[in-house]
């Protein structure tokens, strides 16, 4: 029986790459180290390297806190601009304003749902995986909120290209997690 390091739940099956519940990648067990053979004189032992996979629940969710406040940024900006623009009579123009708030509330979702995939890390690949989404968000923004807009649109390409260069891993972090919700507790 194996336990994460990290968050202390149990694993179950000899090898996993990350742990179901919290997300942190797991180094396989290694096996009992043979008995020393005499070497030759001069022989030097290979060096063995782990390579072990970053978090990416916690990579993920700290770019989406990142895209969160990039988009926080670009909508206050874009409303100073538009409020500008109505003040000096540009009517075109201030409804730039509009588009920084709608920014604004879709910042707030995004920074909840930064910290809904480290509990609950369902759905992320088909969350990232439709592409129309970004694509009106990126001609909204160019069109009725300015340039500014852009920057943000390339960050969150950014993330995007992160979880489906990564699918396999959330893919099998989704795997373990229902696996594992699907477990009844049993109390006492």
Do not use: H
Request: with cysteine; net charge positive; hydrophobic share 45%.
């Amino acid at each position: 029986m194996n336990f994460c390091p990290n968050c202390g739940r149990q694993i179950e099956g000899d090898l996993r790459n990350f742990c179901p519940g919290c997300g942190k990648a797991l180094q396989a067990q290694q096996p009992a180290a043979a008995p020393a053979i005499p070497r030759a004189q001069g022989y030097q032992q290979p060096q063995v390297i782990i390579i072990q996979q970053p978090n990416l629940l916690q990579t993920l969710s700290v770019r989406l806190k990142t895209e969160a406040t990039i988009w926080t940024v670009i909508g206050v900006l874009q409303i100073l601009i538009g409020v500008v623009n109505a003040a000096i009579g540009n009517f075109a123009l201030a409804v730039v304003a509009i588009v920084g708030i709608i920014n604004l509330v879709n910042t707030t979702k995004q920074r909840k749902y930064s910290q809904a995939v480290l509990t609950n890390p369902v759905g992320i690949v088909a969350r990232f995986r439709p592409v129309g989404g970004y694509i009106f968000n990126l001609i909204w923004n160019l069109i009725f909120g300015g340039v500014i807009g852009v920057v943000g649109n390339i960050y969150t390409f950014t993330i995007r290209n992160f979880v489906l260069s990564n699918e396999q891993g959330f893919n099998q972090l989704e795997a373990g997690f229902q696996t594992n919700a699907q477990v009844p507790v049993m109390a006492g």
